[in-house]
């Protein structure tokens, strides 16, 4: 066990006392954890785990699907989290296709695993020589809707009971269409884990191929490797994931559905693209979403968030009629809350009345054949809000770049699928060693106003972005008399940053906005040096 391993799964004790209780700033905010936190978490050692199950084309031009099993440790601070060498890659599941039902053939040995770590736990040996018993808890899964089916024993989605929250019935037509829209959640019947586990017993129970298939299709379960953890909730255990359910899942549905239906037009298309090249955004937004006229189907999903967020709001407003842009922008306002690192109750049930409203509309203006079942799912996004914090603590874009990782690996086109395991694990066993210099050395390089830690500084766009970040950062900014009790010690600064310098302009307006925050306070000197920090943890 690599040096400061163990201490960094124990850090979340810390942080409990100092995040108020209306917010929603990680996994440790959620009712998951809490559920745990005074049993099985009440000991040292006792780790909480998400899984994700994902396939990728490792080659350009040839289809050949390979699937990948991940383990996250959700108690370690999140911007180690998802750190390469942090991530349990279990197994890469062999090509070239997809498993149709179920993949309980690699489960299977992974749940004698975790039943195992979770009943006896296992011996470790730390850095210093010290061994300790680690016991660990499934307690997410995180994936799109077609391995979540596979992963936790529900039917595809295209089934006539194919949510897994509720039991909602899709009709279906005579030509095999399934109808998705109806938006009334006071109709729907919520799924119970009690339910679901006596249910996959009735299907268990049936003595053929026929029989099974036909109570599968009228319970909408089917029985899978999870269940055989008897603490695992198959319902509340699983995420939705709102890169797939929303970037990747509606913005691309809609903006199809206006080219479908002649809304957006060949013009319009290059009329976007020549808005859009104008733009001048940070270079903390990623990638931008250019060239929308051929572009648009290939999308990763960080562009479509770009696009929702940022710039159809502008790009939009010229081109969609009246209705529709008053439609999308309340889909486009639930996603800007939904997209944020912290979360209050009041934002979770503003971004769930917008999307229930946006679901309703959709289906009115363009007719239930648009309706998906991503936009079921938007009306059962407040559940996992609830049960997991915000967005970012179960969303699947690191594990797409972990499946980014493992395609680009070099192979001999040969058995990759183990040359894909050997190299992720070879790579880890590197990262894990590497040596970093300390903080404290470090520091004695640099010039004074770096090293001091009672200097900082903002530099903000707007009154309303600055009143939030000094409300935030009251925690490490003592300098300044913001005193936001309720809110203190949320954000913690984790690098040292760069040293940079206000213009005399920036600085007079900086004390006129010191000034309008804190009326009657003078302020008599604003520092035109500032640091401009690349990482923060919020929460």
Request: aromatic share 12%.
């Amino acid at each position: 066990m690599r040096p400061g391993f163990l201490s960094s799964c124990e850090e979340w004790r810390q942080r409990e006392s100092t995040i108020p209780s209306e917010y929603f700033a990680d996994i440790y905010d959620g009712s998951v954890w809490k559920k745990f936190r005074e049993g099985f978490l009440s000991t040292p050692y006792c780790y909480m785990l998400t899984l994700n199950v994902d396939w990728f084309q490792p080659f350009k031009h040839t289809q050949y699907s390979v699937g990948a099993i991940y383990l996250v440790i959700q108690n370690l601070p999140r911007e180690q989290r998802y750190k390469e060498e942090n991530i349990v890659l279990v197994g890469v599941m062999p090509g070239p296709h997809e498993p149709n039902l179920s993949i309980d053939s690699y489960l299977l040995p992974l749940t004698e695993e975790l039943s195992k770590c979770y009943n006896e736990g296992i011996q470790v040996l730390t850095s210093n020589g010290i061994s300790v018993n680690i016991r660990t808890l499934l307690s997410c899964i995180s994936c799109d809707i077609p391995a979540t089916r596979k992963v936790a024993g529900f039917l595809g989605h295209n089934a006539r009971l194919g949510c897994n929250k509720c039991y909602k019935e899709f009709d279906h037509s005579s030509s095999g269409v399934v109808n998705y829209s109806g938006y009334e959640r006071s109709l729907w019947n919520p799924r119970t884990a009690s339910k679901h586990r006596s249910d996959c017993l009735k299907v268990e129970s049936c003595k053929t191929k026929s029989e099974t298939k036909k109570m599968e299709s009228l319970l909408g379960v089917r029985p899978c490797a999870l269940l055989k953890l008897p603490y695992f909730d198959p319902i509340q255990f699983v995420a939705i994931d709102i890169m797939h359910n929303l970037f990747l899942g509606t913005s691309k549905r809609i903006f199809g559905t206006w080219i479908e239906k002649g809304i957006i037009t060949k013009q319009h298309l290059l009329s976007i693209d020549k808005l859009t090249s104008t733009f001048t955004v940070p270079s903390n937004i990623g990638r931008l979403p250019l060239n929308m006229s051929s572009n648009y189907l290939s999308f990763k999903a960080a562009q479509w968030s770009t696009w929702t967020t940022v710039y159809s709001p502008i790009v939009l407003k010229s081109i969609l009629p009246n209705e529709d842009y008053r439609c999308w922008l309340l889909y486009v306002r639930a996603c800007a809350i939904l997209s944020q690192r912290m979360l209050t109750l009041s934002d979770i049930n503003t971004a769930d009345s917008l999307l229930l409203t946006f679901c309703k509309k959709v289906s009115e203006l363009y007719g239930s054949d648009c309706c998906t079942p991503n936009m079921h799912l938007h009306l059962h996004l407040k559940e996992t809000l609830l049960d997991f914090g915000p967005a970012h603590a179960t969303w699947c874009f690191s594990f797409e770049r972990f499946n980014g990782i493992l395609g680009s690996m070099p192979t001999n086109k040969k058995s990759v699928e183990i040359q894909f395991f050997r190299t992720f694990i070879r790579k880890q066993v590197l990262l894990s060693q590497n040596k970093t210099i300390e903080d404290e050395d470090f520091k004695k390089f640099l010039p004074v106003s770096l090293s001091t830690e009672n200097t900082y500084t903002l530099r903000c766009e707007s009154e309303s972005e600055l009143h939030n970040i000094l409300k935030l950062h009251y925690g490490p900014l003592e300098l300044y008399p913001f005193k936001y009790s309720d809110t203190q010690g949320l954000i913690q600064l984790l690098d040292l940053g760069k040293e940079q310098v206000f213009t005399s302009s920036e600085t007079v307006d900086i004390v006129h906005l010191y000034e309008q925050l804190n009326p009657g306070c003078a302020v008599v000197y604003v520092s035109p040096f500032y640091v401009c920090h690349g990482r923060i943890r919020i929460g």
